[in-house]
Nanobody, 119 residues
């Protein structure tokens, strides 16, 4: 089992910045990737960015050049630095972890943190 706790959401003006954190606990050694997804009202949940245990990163086109995902292995924490935020970035942001146990993958989600971009 993996537990994920997000923090760092809030209200920010357009053009502003936020950093979200996701702390993982539990069976963290078997985590192969962690990432951030978001879901706006009426929309499906979509990938924002992810980072593998090997350090490879992947970003959605709509955040490239604005968001940066990183991790602190010692703290078992993944971050996403969000710059130049736009009103369309408003959503609930969810942390995600993929665990591989005996070649079976399990997916875990955090509780979500609200990000609102508005003047």
């Amino acid at each position: 089992q993996v537990q994920l706790v997000e923090s760092g959401g809030g209200l920010v003006q357009p053009g502003g910045s936020l950093r979200l954190s996701c702390a993982a606990s539990g069976s963290i050694r078997s985590i192969i990737a962690m990432g951030w997804y978001r879901q706006a009202p009426g929309n499906e949940r979509e990938l924002v960015a992810k980072i593998t245990s090997g350090g490879s990163t992947n970003y959605a086109d709509f955040v490239k050049g604005r968001f940066t995902i990183s991790r602190d292995n010692a703290a078992n924490t993944v971050y996403v630095q969000m710059n130049n935020l736009k009103p369309e970035d408003t959503a609930v942001y969810y942390c995600n972890a993929v665990q591989n146990v005996r070649w079976q993958e399990y997916v875990y989600w955090g509780q979500g943190t609200q990000v609102t971009v508005s003047s």
